[in-house]
């Protein structure tokens, strides 16, 4: 049986474009995801990750925050980003690693009890990728929503 960490990690390996990424899971606790990924396949013209590398990595660590936090509470839905913002701070010379969370006033269990009451429901999240020194390179908030699957199709894809 896997676990929900191994099974986040083939989910985001199916997919071609994340693969090509080879993002792994640094760790999930305490309501955050870590992501990682080697700089090499993500250099840009100037030596440093390619922006566009950087906002797929935090779209996709917020999409496995919402995955593993329905996960826990025994829930399955299908799950957007509905929308976002990145901030590039400064160039990252060094392996891409990012940490989601949900935002300051963000309530995950709030947000389970609106998904199993109207089939439907958004959060906000963060996420931050650090450079070597502590600084902050990229920021990034985004609204996830999160869509009830009927029961049947449910079940099909778990």
């Not at 929308?83 to 701070?89: A, G, M």
Request: glycine fraction near 8%; charged fraction near 20%; proline fraction near 6%.
């Amino acid at each position: 049986m896997t676990t929900p960490l191994q099974h986040l990690q083939q989910h985001y390996d199916s997919m071609p474009p994340v693969a090509v990424m080879q993002l792994s899971i640094e760790g999930f606790a305490e309501h955050r995801l870590g992501l990682r990924a080697p700089l090499a396949p993500h250099v840009n013209d100037k030596g440093c990750a390619f922006g566009g590398s950087l906002a797929s990595l935090m779209t996709l660590a917020g999409w496995g925050l919402v995955w593993l936090e329905l996960d826990a509470a025994g829930m399955e839905a299908d799950i957007y980003v509905a929308d976002s913002t990145i901030r590039y701070l400064a160039p990252l010379y060094d392996e891409l690693r990012v940490t989601a969370e949900a935002a300051a006033d963000a309530d995950w269990g709030a947000f389970a009890t609106r998904l199993r009451e109207r089939g439907r429901a958004r959060i906000e999240l963060v996420a931050r990728v650090p450079l070597p020194d502590g600084r902050v390179a990229t920021t990034f908030t985004g609204r996830y929503v999160a869509i009830a699957r009927p029961l049947a199709a449910a079940g099909a894809t778990g």
